[in-house]
């Protein structure tokens, strides 16, 4: 399984690398950087586009209809548009999440941005958020975009993850952190 993951993003990786090129040669990241996303949240909203992208029922010619008419409705740069055909052709659409993915991290890394987690047990409001950035931002010296969820198991407080570091300031991992050394001690 893990196998198949690395080849799956190495896939990807590549298609990623010669878009994300061509592209910033054009000086297009920009745009880049709202189809992956709208691309992205297209995957998210709709069963049939995910079905369309991993399911062996469908031709390549069907495959490469479909996302052609996609990609004409979604607005999708030339460029976009004839990676996501070749792929089609070559059978490697299921390989579309990672290259988004990828794509993604490529522009974030050209703009010097940085993607954190944030999991906290209630919404947090403008001013913490932008307080948030703020210190993330003072730490790593880049531009920090926050991806943020609500988690009410967490009874209070939050978790960030930023990069490969993960900083859990939940009230439940602290209880959790107390009972193993109440087990200790008794």
């Known amino acids: 399984m893990a196998n198949s993951v690395s080849m799956s993003q190495s896939i990807a990786g590549r298609y990623a690398q010669a878009v994300f090129e061509i592209t910033k040669e054009d000086g297009g990241l920009d745009a880049l950087a709202q189809q992956a996303a709208d691309l992205d949240a297209a995957l998210q909203d709709s069963a049939e586009l995910r079905d369309l992208i991993t399911s062996p029922i469908y031709s390549r010619d069907q495959q490469g209809r479909a996302i052609a008419g996609i990609a004409d409705k979604m607005g999708l740069s030339p460029v976009l548009k004839n990676t996501l055909q070749l792929m089609s ?82 009230v439940r991992s602290k209880l959790a952190s107390l009972q193993n050394v109440m087990k200790e001690v008794g």
């Open 89 to 170: 052709n070559n059978r490697r659409l299921f390989v579309l999440p990672q290259l988004i993915n990828a794509l993604l991290q490529m522009i974030a890394t050209e703009r010097g941005e940085m993607t954190a987690d944030v999991t906290s047990a209630i919404a947090l409001d403008d001013a913490q958020l932008e307080r948030l950035k703020t210190t993330l931002a003072g730490k790593t010296g880049k531009k920090i975009k926050l991806n943020t969820r609500v988690d009410e198991t967490l009874i209070g407080g939050m978790i960030v993850k930023l990069g490969s570091q993960m900083i859990d300031g939940s």
